[in-house]
């Protein structure tokens, strides 16, 4: 008797989904990353994931006001992930994983991409009504291949909700 042949090997391992990370700040251009992110996921089986930096405190003056302002920031960046999260789950149906950092955002994004495999894929927006496209996009264009080995997108910070349902 033969015996049924095997799976070929794409089918005997899950495929794991495709993770879009979105770097969240207080700028509209982000929206439009968070969106394409979002429609991304939704189109392919895949999740988000939104990273927010807690950049240092730099008033130094005194620990204790110090120690306040760091509390305040950490509390307000975890209000605004959880109401972006609301929001990726409405587009999505999944919840994104979140991800808190404090200390610089370039740094913390590349440790963070370094830690974690599973990120497929870095989704960001430029500035609007800028010749210069924004700080962390210029340090990844500096840093792609060295530090960072990933796909980025730049989704451009001037595109509508149509235009990137379009696109996406």
């Given at each position: 008797m033969s015996e049924p042949?095997?799976?070929?090997?794409?089918?005997?391992?899950?495929a794991t989904p495709r993770v879009f990370l979105v770097v969240v700040d207080e700028t509209e251009e982000m929206r439009n990353a968070l969106r394409y992110a979002c429609r991304r996921a939704q189109h392919t089986n895949g999740r988000v994931a939104l990273l927010h930096?807690?950049?240092?405190?730099?008033f130094q003056h005194w620990l204790g006001v110090e120690r306040v302002m760091e509390e305040e920031a950490r509390a307000e960046a975890e209000q605004r992930m959880q109401t972006l999260a609301a929001?990726?789950?409405?587009?999505?149906?999944?919840?994104?994983?979140v991800h808190i950092r404090e200390g610089k955002r370039a740094d913390e994004?590349?440790?963070?991409?370094?830690?974690?495999?599973?990120?497929?894929?870095?989704?960001?927006a430029t500035a609007s009504g800028s010749s210069n496209p924004g700080p962390l996009v210029t340090f990844l264009l500096g840093n792609l291949g060295r530090r960072i080995r990933i796909p980025v997108t730049l989704v451009p910070g001037e595109l509508s909700i149509e235009e990137i349902d379009a696109l996406t």
């Open positions: 042949a095997s799976p070929a090997p794409e089918q005997q391992r899950p930096v807690i950049e240092p405190a730099e929001e990726v789950f409405a587009q999505t149906g999944t919840m994104p994983a994004l590349v440790a963070l991409l370094q830690e974690e495999p599973s990120i497929s894929l870095l989704v960001l």
